[in-house]
């Protein structure tokens, strides 16, 4: 064993020159995230901001690549969701205005947001303090956003407490507020623009507060509450500024409007059929053989797996795309294979490349398709996406 290990030590290991797309990999376009970013400006009323959510490294497809696109279409401020996030956004010298959505509760982190230029959500007084505190004893106000709660229980201050803390929060004289936000529970479902509807219900609350607080009288104070969906609901929802995420990578929310929006999916999932094989009619595929030929049946086995984000549940319910043609995935999807039927193809061979997610021709396949088979939702199917699949930016 030993001797081997030596051996082989004064060898280059060559792992350098692996082709990122030899196996799996993510193709990522960069102009589709800025026409998508100019796209949806196009809608927003005017001076209305553009915060490109860029967390879970920009929805999976790589965030370095999403910001510096995101900016060149117009967005001005970014949003992450871990202090992480942020830093590595910082470290590819991108020096937009950077919001942490997620809560940052101890001294520490608040320092290393401070200290990064990053902007926290503040969420009660006290963490206010510990911003005040931080500001005062480097001589720098910190900058940060105020978050109210309006229906989502997750962050924020209790709307009904907020207007006479954010009378205290004000005269605090070495913090910075650039931002007061809320965000929509529910705005991509059918019902958001029905006056009563929950979403409705929480604009108005958020609006209230606007108001009792007296913002007009505050200046240089953004005001958000849009999401993706949210934004879309029209320009009521939209404020100063919109955070948006699943429809700048190309992806319609949910929620059915009239208006098409001419939005680019922004990631190609592609794999290598490492091998192809040809079983009789009656054989069983996969673990378990679940799926049994019923004829003779061309198989390619393809190099990507459960352990690349793909969703097991998924197994016998996708299909793929080759030269604009469908082909059915069969048999359980293992850790990192999977087989696809190709018994109708004759241009399919070990090398060839198979489409999972994006377009070829009038063929395409979302994240959105696969979320509506596993009980999912597109958001969780871009996360899902591991680092072992390289993401390649293609333009
Ligand atoms: C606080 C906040 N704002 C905005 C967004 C963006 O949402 P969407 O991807 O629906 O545009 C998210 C995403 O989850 C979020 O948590």
Not at 73 to 85: I, P
Not at 200 to 211: A, G, V
């Amino acid at each position: 064993m030993n001797n081997r290990k030596n051996k082989f030590d004064t060898l280059p290991s060559f792992e350098g020159e692996i082709d990122p797309t030899q196996r799996a990999w993510i193709e990522v376009s960069g102009k589709a995230i800025e026409s998508n970013v100019r796209q949806l400006r196009s809608k927003l009323k005017n001076n209305c901001e553009f915060m490109a959510v860029v967390k879970a490294d920009g929805y999976g497809h790589d965030a370095k690549v999403v910001s510096e696109n995101a900016i060149k279409g117009g967005a001005s401020q970014l949003g992450v969701a871990t202090l992480k996030e942020g830093i590595k956004l910082r470290s590819f010298g991108i020096s937009a205005p950077i919001l942490v959505l997620g809560n940052l509760y101890t001294k520490k982190d608040l320092l290393i947001c401070f200290r990064n230029d990053l902007m926290p959500t503040v969420s009660t007084i006290r963490e206010c303090l510990i911003c005040n505190n931080i500001g005062e004893l480097n001589n720098f106000k910190f900058s940060l956003h105020l978050k109210v709660d309006t229906g989502m229980s997750r962050l924020g201050f209790e709307c009904d407490q907020f207007v006479q803390q954010f009378n205290n929060i004000k005269s605090l004289e070495n913090i910075s507020i650039k931002g007061i936000y809320s965000h929509l529970a529910c705005a991509d479902e059918k019902n958001a623009l029905n006056p009563k509807s929950s979403t409705q219900l929480q604009r108005e609350k958020f609006q209230e507060l606007l108001k009792l607080i007296n913002i007009h009288n505050t200046q240089n104070i953004k005001i958000h509450l849009a999401n993706s969906a949210g934004m879309i609901l029209g320009k009521d929802f939209q404020f100063d500024m919109v955070r948006v995420g699943l429809s700048m990578y190309g992806y319609e929310p949910l929620l059915k409007i009239n208006e098409k929006l001419f939005l680019k999916p922004a990631l190609f999932l592609k794999a290598k059929v490492t091998f192809v094989r040809t079983i009789e009619k009656g054989i069983g595929v996969s673990y378990g053989n679940k799926f049994v030929s019923d004829r003779k049946t061309k198989l390619a086995v393809l190099s990507i797996g459960y352990a690349d984000g793909i969703i097991r549940n998924l197994s016998g319910k996708i299909s793929l795309i080759h030269n604009k043609k469908l082909y059915p995935q069969v048999g359980s999807i293992t850790m990192d294979q999977m087989m696809v039927d190709i018994t109708d193809s004759n241009d399919i061979n070990v090398g060839s490349t198979m489409l999972l997610l994006g377009s070829d021709g009038d063929k395409s396949i979302s994240p959105i398709d696969w979320a509506d088979k596993c009980n999912s939702i597109p958001w969780e199917i871009l996360c899902s996406f591991k680092n072992r699949l390289p993401r390649v930016q293609v333009d």
